[in-house]
C-alpha cells in the first residue's frame, strides 16, 4: 500500500511540475533558472554595497595587479594615454574633506577625470569586478578586485599606502570619495521629494511652429567591413518593415599609382603600392590601427616606429608585416594582443611596405 501511495504521490508532483512549466508566458519552452545559474549573472553592487562578497584587498596587491594587468591601457599612475581616459587627476585632500570636486566648476581644467567625476566607490568595484581587464573581463579574483579598488583610490590621493579595502570597511571608504556629494536630484528628474520642490529644466512642450525640413538619419558600412557577414540584403525574412542593406563584396582594391612599378606574378610584396607614408597613415587610420599605435608614441601597444625599428632590417619584412596584420600577435609586446585584421590586401601591403622603410612621416 505504501509503495502505492509513494507512485501515486510521484505522479502528482510530475503533474503538477509538467503543469507548472506549460502555464509560464511560452508554454514548452525552457525551465526555470536555478539559483546558482542566477547567482552567476546576479554580480551587481548598489551604492548601499549589497551584492558585494565579502572579502578584502591590500594597496599593495592592487599595485601588483595594476603593473601586470591594468598599467598598459591605463598607465602607470592612471593618466592614461591617447586612447583611453584619464582615471586619475583633478582631485585634492579639499575635496575629500568637502565630498565635491571644485575643479568640476573650474572651465579652464582640461579634462575630468573618472575619480573627479564618481560618487561612489560601489561603481568603481562594481565596473573593474565585470569589465576589466578589457581582454579578459571577469577573470579577476575577489581579493585583485579590492585591490585594484584600493590603489585606485591610493593614486588618487584618498587612501594611504598601507590601507586594505574590505566589505567591512567600505562604507567608511565612501565617505572619503572626493564627489560623493556630486550626484543630485535637485534636477527633478527622477521621482523622490525633490521633484516636487523644483521644476525640471525641460518642460516637454512640444514646438510646433517654424519647423525645418525633416531629418533623413542613416547609416554606412566601411568599405572594408562590408562582406563581413555575407550580403544582409538577402537574410531577411520576406515580411515586415526590416530590409536588409546591399552588403555584397566591397569593391576592389584601386590600381597602383602609375609611377608604382608593376607587379610581375610571383613577385615579393615589397613593391610600392602607395606613394610615400601619406597614404599609408590615411589607412592606418582608416582601418583603426592608429587606435592602438601612435606614429612615435606606445597607446595601447608600440609605436609604429618602434615596430619599424625591431624589425625592418630582416629580410622579407613587408610580408612579415603583412602576415603579423592578417593573423595577429601577442606576447611580443606585451600581454595585450593584437586580434587578427581584416582588411583589403593592398591596404595591408602598403602599411606593411611603409613599416619595412622605417615608418616615416610625409
Not at 229 to 238: D, T, V
Request: with cysteine; aromatic share 6%; proline share 9%.
Amino acid at each position: 500500500m505504501s509503495s502505492c501511495r509513494e507512485w501515486i504521490a510521484a505522479a502528482l508532483l510530475a503533474s503538477a511540475a509538467a503543469a507548472a512549466a506549460q502555464g509560464g508566458p511560452y508554454p514548452g519552452v525552457g525551465r526555470p533558472a536555478t539559483p546558482k545559474e542566477i547567482a552567476a549573472w546576479d554580480i551587481d553592487v548598489r551604492p548601499d554595497f549589497k551584492g558585494l562578497p565579502k572579502g578584502s584587498g591590500s594597496v599593495a596587491k592592487g599595485q601588483d595587479v595594476w603593473d601586470a594587468k591594468c598599467a598598459s591601457c591605463h598607465g602607470v599612475f592612471g593618466e592614461s594615454n591617447q586612447v583611453f581616459h584619464p582615471l586619475v587627476g583633478g582631485t585634492g585632500k579639499d575635496d575629500v574633506k568637502t565630498g565635491r570636486v571644485a575643479r568640476l566648476a573650474d572651465g579652464g581644467y582640461p579634462g575630468r577625470t573618472t575619480l573627479m567625476k564618481a560618487a561612489t566607490v560601489s561603481t568603481l568595484w562594481d565596473y573593474i569586478n565585470r569589465a576589466m581587464p578589457w581582454t579578459e573581463p571577469k577573470s579577476l579574483s575577489v581579493e585583485e578586485v579590492y585591490g585594484v579598488t584600493a590603489y585606485l583610490l591610493n593614486l588618487g590621493g584618498v587612501l594611504p599606502d598601507d590601507f586594505v579595502l574590505s566589505d567591512a570597511n567600505i562604507a567608511r571608504v565612501q565617505q572619503l570619495m572626493p564627489n560623493r556629494n556630486g550626484m543630485t536630484r535637485d534636477h527633478a528628474l527622477w521621482p523622490g521629494a525633490s521633484a516636487a520642490q523644483r521644476k525640471p529644466d525641460v518642460q516637454a512642450a512640444a514646438c510646433m511652429k517654424d519647423c525645418g525640413p525633416e531629418p533623413r538619419l542613416a547609416s554606412s558600412i566601411p568599405e572594408h567591413a562590408l562582406d563581413a557577414h555575407g550580403n544582409l540584403a538577402e537574410q531577411n525574412r520576406p515580411v515586415g518593415a526590416q530590409r536588409g542593406a546591399e552588403t555584397g563584396k566591397p569593391k576592389s582594391a584601386p590600381a597602383p599609382a602609375p609611377d608604382a612599378a608593376p607587379k610581375k606574378p610571383g613577385a615579393a610584396i615589397d613593391q610600392p603600392i602607395v606613394a610615400g607614408p601619406t597614404g599609408a597613415i590615411a589607412l592606418a587610420q582608416k582601418h583603426a590601427c592608429a587606435a592602438c599605435h601612435g606614429i612615435d608614441d606606445k597607446l595601447v601597444g608600440p609605436s609604429f616606429r618602434e615596430i619599424a625599428g625591431k624589425h625592418a632590417d630582416r629580410p622579407g619584412a613587408a610580408s612579415y608585416f603583412v602576415g603579423k596584420i592578417k593573423s595577429g600577435a601577442s606576447g611580443v609586446w606585451g600581454q595585450v594582443p593584437m586580434p587578427p585584421q581584416s582588411l583589403p590586401e593592398a591596404d595591408a601591403q602598403a602599411i606593411a611596405q611603409w613599416l619595412a622603410g622605417g615608418a616615416k612621416k610625409p
